[in-house]
């Protein structure tokens, strides 16, 4: 079965960084379009970045020129770099295969102010 996981998360000072890692198995990860959301408390989840299997790019507004998305298809891993972090930038962040139903389990970010 397709399983994604996650892991990089974890608790930071404003403006420090993260990189989140996400490791997918069950697809073939190279032909697949790949995305990273986030939902903070009490709020809808958002879509964060998306990669395509070219490499294209492509940011939600709220986070262009800090975070940079990017793959690895030898390694089935889709990252997310995370620098000058905020505390609005709280939330669980779960990795997606885009046009698939497929989600990790989400692994929590934390910035403190």
């Known amino acids: 079965q397709v399983q994604l996981v996650e892991s990089g998360g974890g608790l930071v000072q404003a403006g420090g960084s993260l990189r989140l890692s996400c490791v997918a198995s069950?697809?073939?990860?190279?032909?697949?379009?790949m995305s990273w959301y986030r939902q903070a408390p009490g709020k809808q989840r958002e879509l964060v970045a998306t990669?395509?299997?070219?490499?294209?790019?492509n940011y939600a507004d709220s986070v262009k020129g800090r975070f940079t998305i990017s793959r690895d298809n030898a390694k089935n891993t889709v990252y997310l770099q995370m620098s000058s972090l905020q505390p609005e930038d709280t939330a669980v962040y779960y990795c997606k295969v885009y046009y698939r139903d497929f989600w990790g389990q989400g692994t929590q970010v934390t910035v403190a102010s």
């Open positions: 990669i395509t299997t070219g490499g294209a790019t």
């Open positions: 069950g697809i073939i990860f190279s032909i697949n379009k």
